[in-house]
């Protein structure tokens, strides 16, 4: 009888802890934007035709990202995305237009664990895309 009532308890614990855990989507439409991959595959070949890679330089507390020399005096529209997939309150967006070659963005404090940067970024019509894995 003891061990029938130690099973239950074991696995009533084991449910109660399972459904109390937190599953976060990598995103809300998931579904959407795997069907829009395509595009973004397009954008990152984009990226690779240019003359040099993005460059990325972290300081403290923040990133200075420099675009290749085919991106000087053109007008960029920005998407600077750090996303923390443990957690989706740790993600960090900001989308800005630039007519420099390089950002220095500021990050908040506290961050520490692994990030992807996902950048895009259209001049004149065309859209890249960069990517890369961070640690802090």
Same mark, same amino acid.
């Given at each position: ?17 399972? =459904? !109390?855990?937190?599953?976060?989507? /990598? $995103? ?5 934007? +795997? *069907? &829009? ?9 984009? =990226? !690779?035709?240019?003359?040099?890679? /993005? $460059? ?5 507390? +923040? *990133? &200075? ?72």
């Amino acid at each position: 009888m003891f061990v029938y009532i130690a099973f239950v308890a074991g696995m009533g614990f084991l449910v109660i802890k399972a =459904s !109390s855990q937190k599953f976060d989507l /990598v $995103t809300k439409d998931y579904y959407d934007q +795997e *069907l &829009k991959y395509q595009q973004v595959i397009n954008q990152a070949a984009n =990226s !690779s035709r240019l003359s040099a890679p /993005v $460059t990325i330089e972290r300081n403290k507390g +923040e *990133l &200075k990202i420099s675009f290749p020399n085919e991106m000087k005096r053109k007008k960029k529209l920005v998407d600077f995305y750090l996303y923390y997939a443990a957690d989706a309150k740790k993600d960090f967006r900001r989308s800005f237009e630039l007519d420099e070659n390089e950002i220095v963005q500021a990050l908040p404090v506290g961050m520490k664990g692994m990030y992807e940067l996902k950048l895009s970024w259209e001049a004149e019509g065309v859209k890249y895309y960069f990517e890369q894995k961070l640690f802090f």
